[in-house]
């Protein structure tokens, strides 16, 4: 089993100069008596006493070819389960699809190792208004409050786990939940998308959506396990497939010329399994460190959410809209390209980095272009809601070049005018999409 470990510390508050610690902690247990010093106020009349917890967030990945075929073998011997999660309930939570297609799977595969799990679906569709099958209009607070309500009527215990299987909408239902029952219950993620694999399932942060806008109500909350077996894509579709790659394309972008290419050497081997596997690990490997050193620079949060401030806008938008939704890796497409022309404006970088943008999306079959139905008006107000938006501006993460992020001393988060998110969209619905993209078939992207 390949394994990565993801870690991370959270710190609520720091204690400052003048606070006093007493017997309390001194001594923890013993009898504690007051003096004057511990009960006087500063200079300026006020009493103050700080409190603080450093929590770690560690999560490891597995990720196998046949991982889930021989999960009975790997769920003991390499901790796929937490031991303590053995002697109590647990809850599998998955969607209808791919309830059909793995549900009874894992079941027997529980029950064989002495697994006590009751299975909880979600409602999805074959064919939704993505016209792909989905759930992302499942991802409600109506449903989180559904599924708790199931979890505490049916019993847990602290040592309980919720077992998310399904794509990134699960993996981040499935954490949420986990991070608000008990204040904090075990989580392992079972993730079968290609989404899922390279970017969902392998973050901190969990959410449902609101009708307000995309992933506004979570946590930032650690699965103790994300196990990861791309033999799992052959049910996907293509079009899942590259809305997946699309992330990785993000990763690539703001730092590493060599996953471009890699990604682009085999952009007809989208059905071939040790190519993918090569790509989920390539792309986990990019990314765990923004997780890992999340506090230490910006940029390991700029990074992740590169082209993500239009790309929920958008996304989020043409889910009102009476025409096809967006996947969300084909958001991200879109707002890659628009965060490039953005940069361009900004006299940042050249046309050919934003001309290298376009390419690498069109040429893995990815759409670059917002859809022309929706309103520049309705974007810019839709951006209000990134979480980043300060001072009535959007704020993001820009490139200078493939591989490079723009940064002035340490800092790579830019505030963006709006009549700059104004020019780029119009910028980009001018855009006539390549009808031939083997012209570009030998344009490669410098390492340097």
């Known amino acids: 089993?390949?394994?990565?470990?993801?870690?991370?510390?959270?710190?609520?508050?720091?204690?400052?100069?003048?606070?006093?610690?007493?017997?309390?902690?001194?001594?923890?247990?013993?009898?504690?008596?007051?003096?004057?010093?511990?009960?006087?106020?500063?200079?300026?009349?006020?009493?103050?006493?700080?409190?603080?917890?450093?929590?770690?967030?560690?999560s490891q990945i597995m990720l196998r070819n046949g991982l889930l075929k021989n999960f009975e073998k790997f769920a003991r011997t390499c901790g796929c389960i937490p031991e303590q999660c053995f002697?109590?309930?647990?809850?599998?939570?998955?969607?209808?699809?791919?309830?059909?297609?793995?549900?009874?799977?894992?079941?027997?595969?529980?029950?064989?190792?002495?697994?006590?799990?009751?299975?909880?679906?979600?409602?999805?569709?074959?064919?939704?208004?993505?016209?792909?099958?989905?759930?992302?209009?499942?991802?409600?607070?109506?449903?989180?409050?559904?599924?708790?309500?199931?979890?505490?009527?049916?019993?847990?215990?602290?040592?309980?786990?919720?077992?998310?299987?399904?794509?990134?909408?699960?993996?981040?239902?499935?954490?949420?939940?986990?991070?608000?029952?008990?204040r904090g219950i075990n989580l392992v993620h079972i993730t079968t998308t290609c989404m899922g694999m390279v970017d969902a399932a392998i973050d901190f942060k969990q959410a449902v959506n609101h009708c307000c806008g995309k992933n506004l109500l979570g946590a930032y909350y650690h699965a103790t396990k994300i196990l990861i077996d791309p033999t799992l894509l052959s049910t996907q579709s293509l079009r899942a497939i590259r809305n997946g790659i699309a992330e990785a394309?993000?990763?690539?972008?703001?730092?590493?010329?060599?996953?471009?290419?890699?990604?682009?050497?085999?952009?007809?081997?989208?059905?071939?399994a040790d190519y993918l596997e090569k790509l989920i690990k390539m792309t986990v490997a990019l990314k765990v460190p923004t997780l890992t050193h999340y506090e230490s620079s910006n940029f390991n949060e700029m990074c992740p959410q590169y082209g993500h401030c239009v790309a929920h806008a958008v996304e989020f938008l043409s889910f009102k809209s009476k025409g096809r939704a967006l996947l969300h890796g084909e958001a991200v497409s879109i707002g890659c390209c628009v965060t490039a022309e953005i940069a361009y404006i900004m006299d940042l970088c050249d046309r050919k980095c934003v001309e290298e943008h376009y390419s690498v999306f069109e040429r893995i079959g990815l759409p670059v272009q917002?859809?022309?139905?929706?309103?520049?008006?309705?974007?810019?107000?839709?951006?209000?809601?990134?979480?980043?938006y300060a001072r009535k501006q959007a704020t993001m993460g820009l490139l200078t070049?493939?591989?490079?992020?723009?940064?002035?001393?340490?800092?790579?988060?830019?505030?963006?005018?709006?009549d700059v998110i104004r020019k780029a969209i119009a910028s980009n619905l001018k855009r006539i999409s390549r009808k031939n993209l083997e012209r570009h078939g030998h344009m490669t992207f410098d390492s340097a």
């Open 370 to 388: 917002i859809p022309e139905y929706q309103d520049t008006k309705e974007i810019i107000k839709q951006m209000c809601y990134d979480k980043h």
């Open 1 to 58: 089993v390949v394994g990565t470990c993801v870690a991370a510390r959270l710190l609520f508050s720091t204690p400052k100069k003048g606070s006093n610690e007493n017997d309390i902690l001194k001594h923890p247990g013993r009898t504690v008596s007051f003096t004057d010093r511990d009960l006087c106020c500063e200079k300026d009349g006020i009493w103050r006493r700080m409190f603080s917890r450093t929590r770690s967030l560690s």
């Open 87 to 182: 002697q109590t309930k647990n809850y599998l939570i998955t969607d209808s699809v791919v309830d059909e297609l793995y549900g009874k799977l894992m079941m027997d595969k529980f029950a064989e190792i002495g697994l006590n799990v009751m299975k909880l679906v979600v409602p999805s569709s074959k064919d939704d208004v993505t016209g792909d099958p989905s759930t992302e209009k499942s991802k409600t607070l109506a449903n989180f409050k559904i599924l708790t309500d199931a979890i505490l009527k049916n019993g847990i215990t602290k040592h309980s786990c919720i077992i998310s299987l399904g794509g990134g909408v699960i993996n981040n239902m499935c954490g949420f939940i986990a991070s608000c029952l008990y």
């Open 401 to 418: 070049s493939i591989g490079t992020m723009h940064e002035v001393r340490g800092n790579y988060s830019f505030t963006i005018q709006n």
């Open 249 to 272: 394309i993000k990763h690539g972008l703001c730092h590493s010329p060599d996953l471009i290419n890699f990604i682009l050497s085999g952009r007809d081997k989208l059905r071939d």
